[in-house]
C-alpha cells in the first residue's frame, strides 16, 4: 500500500483532551519532554535489539544503535532520532493518535480523578509523546520501520485536533522527531540547555546519545552491572559523579533483588557527615530511576529520613516512567521500594558490625547519630537499629565501645535495667559522683556523649527487656552493700541531714544518706525527676526570656566520707563555717549534675572559706 499524498486524521477524543490540557495547563517542568523522548528513543533501540536477535531483517542494517540530539538556534527547533524499530504507517496512527499506551493513559485516569483542576499536578506528570506538545508549535515524525520493504513516512502535528501521515523517501531506519519550538521555549535549541538536561535525566542510558555530534552520556549505569565486573576506581568515580562528590565513598552496598520489587540500588556512604560539620541538613539524594531513566534525583519519601545521608541510585523496573516525579502517585509502590531497601541496608550494616567491626566503629563515630535518630524516632525500624547503637561502658576501654547485646551478657542474673549516664566525655563520667554507686556494686554503666543521647535512650525505653535506666535518675534503687567500717553513726548522721536541710533551706527539697556513693563526699538529685539535667539546660536555652522556675534537688550524703565526719564535729562549734562548706558541698554537687546555672556566688563563698585557712 502507498500513500504519496498527505492524509490527515482526527486526534482520538481522549487524545485531543490530553493535548488541551499539555498545551495550555502544563507550565511547570517542561523541559522533562527532553527526558520522555530521549527514554522513547532508548525504549526503541532495546526493542530493535531484542527484534535482531530473532529477525534476520532487523540485523540486515549496520547503523549504529544510538541516539542523535540536535539543536538548530537560528530555526528553533530540537530534533532527536534514534536508529531504533522505528514505526509502519499503521503503528503511527496507533501509536501517536489513540491512547492505547500506558503513561497516557494513567495521566488520563488521575485526570479523570480531579488531577485537571490541580495545575502543579499536571505539571509533574511525564505525559510521554505528547509532552513535546508543551514547547512545539508544531511536531514532525520521520519514522521507518525496520521491516524490510517498508516505506518511511512523515507524521505531522501541531496538536489542535488531527494530525497528517505523509510517505517520505530516504528515511533512515528508525524515529526522527523534529521539534519547532514556541518563542518562549526557544532555549531548548540551544547546545548548553538540552546538555544540561540531558546530564540530568538521560546520563546513565545504555545507548550513545550524542548531541549536535558530542557524546554526552558518558558514565555507565554501573548500578546493572554485576558486581564482580565492577572495579573499585569505577565505583568511586560513578559516586564522585553521581553524588557530585569530591570525598571518597566509606562504604558501599551493591545490591539487586527480584521480589517483591525488580530492584538495582547502588548505595554509598559518604566519608564525611557534613551535618556534624556544621552543613545544614542533608538532603535526602539517592536518585530514583527506571531503567536507567532518571524519574526523581532527590525522592522525599524512597528512603527513611535518618537514612537522608545515603546517596546513590535505586533502579525499579516496576515503577511506571511516566508516572510522575516529585509527587510520586504511586505511595504504595514508594512504600513497597522503601521497606525493601531499608532492610536490606539494615542487614548490610549488621553484618559491616559483624564482620568489620574497626571499619563498622569508624562509621559508627561518623554517622552513628542518624542510627541514634532512626532508633528514636521510627518504630518500623528500631529494633534492628537499637542492636546497630555502640556506646563507651564503665568496661570498656577508652574509645572501646560495646553493644546493648553485648551488655546483656554480662549482665548479673537479677539486674533488671541496663545503666547509663550522659555526660560531656568519659572523664567528665568517671570524676562524677554517679558512677561510683554502680560501680561499687558491679554494675556496668553505659557513657553517652551526644546531646541527643538522652532523648533516645528516653525513647527506646528498653532492650530485650531490660529497661534503659539513668544511673543518675532519682528513682533508682541500688541494692544494700555491706557498710565499712568508719561512718558516722545513725543518729549522728541523722542530725547531720536534719542540720543540712535547715541551713540548706528552699534549695534542696530533701537530703538524706545516699545509698550510691563510696568515695565522694555528696550528690545531687534533680526533685523532678522528669526533668533530666540535660533537659533542663535544654528548656532553659529554648526559654531564655522566662523567669526559671526554680531548682530544688535532693541532696544525698556520704557518712563515711571524711568531709562529712569533719563537717558534723565542727558543726555545732563553728556554725558560720559550717554553714560556708555546707553550701559549697551542694554547689559541688551541682556542678557534677550539670545543674550549677550560676556560679558568681560561689566565687565569693570560695574567698570567704579560703581566707580561714
Ligand atoms: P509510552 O512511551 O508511555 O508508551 P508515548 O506517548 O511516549 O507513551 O509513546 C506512545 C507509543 O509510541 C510508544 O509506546 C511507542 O510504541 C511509540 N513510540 C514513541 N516514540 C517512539 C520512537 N522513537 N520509536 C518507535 N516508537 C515510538
Redesign the pocket.
Known amino acids: 500500500m502507498s500513500n504519496v499524498t498527505p492524509q490527515k486524521f482526527e486526534f482520538q477524543a481522549e487524545i485531543k483532551q490530553l493535548l488541551d490540557i499539555v498545551i495550555h495547563s502544563l507550565y511547570t517542568e517542561k523541559e522533562i519532554f527532553v527526558r520522555?523522548?530521549v527514554?522513547?528513543?532508548s525504549?526503541?533501540l532495546e526493542k530493535l535489539r531484542h527484534t535482531q536477535i530473532t529477525e534476520p531483517a532487523a540485523a540486515a542494517d549496520p547503523q549504529e544503535l544510538a541516539i542523535s540530539v540536535t539543536t538548530d538556534d537560528k530555526a528553533k527547533t530540537i530534533t532527536i532520532q534514534?536508529s531504533?524499530?522505528?514505526?509502519t504507517r499503521a503503528?503511527l496512527i496507533e501509536?501517536?493518535g489513540t491512547i492505547a499506551?500506558?503513561?497516557?493513559k494513567q495521566f488520563l485516569k488521575s485526570l479523570g480523578e480531579g488531577g485537571a483542576k490541580n495545575a502543579n499536578l499536571i505539571g509533574q506528570f511525564g505525559?510521554?509523546?505528547?509532552s513535546a506538545f508543551m514547547v512545539a508549535t508544531g511536531v514532525k515524525v520521520y519514522?521507518r520501520s525496520w521491516r524490510a520493504g517498508e516505506p518511511g513516512h512523515v507524521w505531522s502535528s501541531d496538536g489542535s485536533g488531527s494530525y497528517e501521515i505523509e510517505e517520505v523517501a530516504d528515511q533512515a531506519r528508525?524515529?526522527k522527531?523534529v521539534i519547532a519550538l514556541k518563542d518562549d521555549c526557544a532555549d531548548y535549541a540551544t547546545d548548553w540547555k538540552v546538555k544540561e538536561i540531558l546530564e540530568r535525566y538521560s546520563a546513565f542510558v545504555s545507548f550513545p546519545i550524542n548531541l549536535n555530534g558530542k557524546h554526552v552520556n558518558t558514565v555507565q549505569a554501573l548500578w546493572l552491572r554485576s558486581k564482580s565486573e565492577v572495579k573499585e576506581e569505577e565505583y568511586t568515580a560513578f559516586y564522585k559523579f553521581q553524588a557530585h562528590a569530591f570525598d571518597e565513598p566509606r562504604l558501599r552496598l551493591h545490591f539487586s533483588a527480584d521480589a517483591p520489587l525488580a530492584i538495582n540500588a547502588l548505595l554509598f556512604v559518604p566519608k564525611d557527615n557534613t551535618e556534624k560539620l556544621g552543613f545544614s541538613r542533608t538532603e535526602a539524594s539517592v536518585a530514583l530511576y527506571c531503567r536507567k531513566v532518571l524519574i526523581d534525583a532527590k525522592p522525599k519519601d524512597l528512603l527513611p529520613e535518618w537514612l537522608r545521608f545515603l546517596k546513590g541510585v535505586v533502579d525499579s523496573e516496576d515503577l511506571p516512567?511516566?508516572i510522575s516525579r516529585e509527587t510520586m502517585q504511586d505511595r504504595a509502590l514508594i512504600g513497597k521500594l522503601s521497606k525493601v531497601i531499608t532492610k536490606r541496608f539494615l542487614k548490610f550494616l549488621e553484618g559491616e558490625a559483624k564482620n568489620h567491626a574497626d571499619r563498622y566503629a569508624e562509621f559508627y563515630t561518623e554517622f552513628g547519630i542518624f542510627l541514634k535518630e532512626g532508633a528514636a524516632m521510627d518504630p518500623t525500624h528500631k529494633e534492628q537499629l537499637v542492636k546497630l547503637l555502640r556506646f563507651e561502658s564503665s568496661l570498656t576501654e577508652p574509645g572501646k565501645t560495646t553493644s546493648l547485646a553485648d551488655y546483656v551478657t554480662r549482665l548479673g542474673a537479677d539486674q533488671k535495667e541496663i545503666y547509663y549516664l550522659v555526660g560531656p566525655n568519659r572523664a567528665a563520667i568517671e570524676s562524677g559522683p554517679y558512677l561510683e554507686g554502680c560501680k561499687a556494686r558491679n554494675l556496668e554503666v553505659l557513657f553517652c556523649y551526644e546531646a541527643v543521647d538522652e532523648y533516645v535512650m528516653g525513647n527506646v525505653r528498653e532492650f530485650e527487656g531490660k529497661a534503659l535506666t539513668a544511673a543518675d535518675h532519682a528513682d533508682v534503687k541500688l541494692t544494700d552493700l555491706p557498710q565499712p567500717e568508719g561512718a558516722l553513726s545513725e543518729a549522728d548522721t541523722k542530725q547531720l541531714t536534719a542540720w543540712l536541710k535547715e541551713t540548706l533551706g528552699e534549695r534542696v527539697a530533701e537530703v538524706k544518706v545516699s545509698d550510691r556513693l563510696v568515695d565522694s563526699p555528696a550528690l545531687a538529685l534533680n526533685a523532678d525527676k522528669f526533668m533530666s539535667p540535660h533537659m533542663r539546660r535544654m528548656m532553659k536555652a529554648m526559654n531564655k526570656d522566662k523567669p526559671e522556675s526554680p531548682l530544688r534537688v535532693n541532696l544525698e550524703i556520704n557518712p563515711r566520707s571524711a568531709l562529712m565526719k569533719r563537717l558534723f564535729a565542727t558543726h555545732a562549734a563553728a556554725p558560720e563555717k559550717a554553714k560556708l562548706v555546707a553550701e559549697q558541698i551542694l554547689d559541688n554537687a551541682l556542678i557534677s549534675a550539670g545543674l550549677l546555672d550560676d556560679a558568681t556566688p560561689m566565687v565569693a563563698r570560695l574567698y570567704k572559706l579560703l581566707e580561714s585557712v
Open positions: 520522555e523522548l527514554s522513547n528513543a525504549d526503541a534514534d531504533g524499530i522505528g514505526m503503528e501509536n501517536l499506551h500506558s503513561g497516557s505525559v510521554g509523546f505528547y519514522s528508525g524515529s522527531i516512567l511516566n
